[in-house]
């Protein structure tokens, strides 16, 4: 896999799509307030569509974007789960001892200092349920990267089948990671995390300009959010790609010559 190729054939992509179509980058930034529009127009990128599709077709559009909801709510659910799980003792724990109240966040230091000395037990507690909390975070975080492994596939999976089952297939999808290469496939997920990571930071510093930050922080999420999507969305799509029996290849010049999907 060149991934050097992938990533600049992604970026012409995302490019083309969006910039000098203004209508169009409009239309999809509307599409984030109805989310299920947004999602459907995300299958039709999975499916292969190259350039990137005119929205439209609206009804299919919203019915996609739902079931390719409904298969990341089931693949999550667990670590959503679990994280609920681990938090509600601790948080109960704090209730429990009235730390949330008017009174206790009065509290001078000699106070507080007072009041935990009359309160012994209220320590053991938070010990236990802390540990509790770290250790079904710890789990969290392991399933969460199992889950990301065989998601990522699986909901391009979907978008190709059209069958929500086969975004489960566990079976099917490690055959196909096993013919993309799972060196190949875990620097695919590096690589991609790590980029969303950077432009989540990058939205994220608008955020600590003082008064008018949270503004910028919207403004410009409305902004880059869809050409992230459609890079995002295609980068998954050639790696799905290179997973495939008779895998496409890639033109040398991504931006010149459209990868056959």
């Known amino acids: 896999m060149d991934f050097g190729l992938m ?11 969006v910039w000098g179509r203004w209508t169009r980058w409009l239309v999809l930034i509307g599409c984030m307030i109805i989310f299920p529009l947004i999602l459907g127009y995300i299958v039709r990128i999975y499916r292969g569509e190259r350039p990137a599709p005119e929205p439209g077709e609206w009804g299919t559009l919203f019915v996609d974007g739902l079931k390719l909801f409904i298969v990341h709510i089931v ?14 003792p601790f948080i109960m724990t704090l209730l429990s001892a009235g730390v949330f109240s008017e009174n206790f966040s009065s509290m001078s230091d000699p106070q507080l200092e007072r009041w935990l000395d009359n309160h012994p037990e209220l320590i053991s507690q938070l ?10 975070l710890f789990i969290a975080v392991i399933l969460a990267i199992v889950i990301t492994f065989f998601s ?3 909901i391009v999976r979907f978008a190709r089948t059209g069958s929500i089952s086969e975004a489960f297939n566990f079976s ?7 013919r993309i290469g799972w060196i190949n496939y ?10 969303g990571y950077v432009f989540s930071m990058f939205l994220r510093f608008f955020s600590f300009i003082p008064l ?6 919207l403004f410009f999420t409305g902004i880059f959010y869809i050409p992230f999507i459609l890079f995002s969305a295609r980068f998954s799509v050639l790696v799905y790609n290179a ?14 010559s459209p990868v056959r999907s």
């Open 212 to 217: 008018i930050g949270i503004f910028l922080q």
């Open 186 to 195: 875990i620097i695919a997920l590096i690589t991609i995390s790590i980029i």
């Open 75 to 88: 693949y999550w659910a667990p670590v959503i789960l679990l994280i609920f799980m681990a938090f509600i």
């Open 127 to 136: 010990l236990l349920t802390g540990g509790f909390m770290a250790f079904l």
């Open 172 to 178: 099917a999808i490690l055959d196909h990671i096993g």
């Open 243 to 256: 997973g495939e029996e008779e895998s496409p290849q890639l033109s040398e010049s991504a931006g010149t």
């Open 7 to 17: 990533l600049d054939d992604s970026f012409a992509y995302a490019k083309d799509g």
């Open 152 to 154: 990522f596939l699986g």
